[in-house]
């Protein structure tokens, strides 16, 4: 005969509040904010910075050839880009401060700005 371990009250309360706990502390200390401005980065250079509450696309051609990036509702992506595997593009859209989307093979980079900075410090 197999014995279960009894489950008793205190083993749900316990349960319970370290639930209450750990959503209380993703609330407080892992919160995102939602930038407003989209920096795009050219062959080492900041190309130029854009609201994130326009429409626009932007054409830039580098080395491989050319890379389309597009703002909409509050969003920035790469659209399409030239290189081989597409990883850039694939990374869909972003809307978070500190966000941030690199085309290697084209020398670009897009990054969400906002009031705030997601991070120390960044390297690439």
């Known amino acids: 005969m197999k014995l279960r371990p ?20 993703f609330k407080t200390f892992w919160h995102f904010e939602t930038g407003s401005v989209v920096q795009v980065n050219f062959k080492g250079e900041t190309y130029g910075n854009f609201s994130l509450f ?19 509702d509050g969003q920035a ?14 990374q869909g859209w972003i809307s978070f401060t500190g966000q941030m989307l690199i085309c290697i093979p084209n020398e670009i980079s897009i990054e969400i700005l906002g009031k705030t900075k997601a991070y120390d410090s960044l390297n690439y």
Not at 55 to 68: F, Q, R
């Open 54 to 72: 326009q429409d626009k696309k932007i054409s830039l051609i580098g080395k491989e050839g050319e890379s389309v990036i597009e703002i909409k």
């Open 77 to 90: 992506r790469l659209k399409s880009a030239p290189c081989r595997n597409q990883y850039c593009v694939q």
């Open 6 to 25: 009894k489950f008793f009250l205190g083993d749900s309360l316990i349960i319970l509040m370290s639930l209450v706990f750990i959503i209380f502390s």
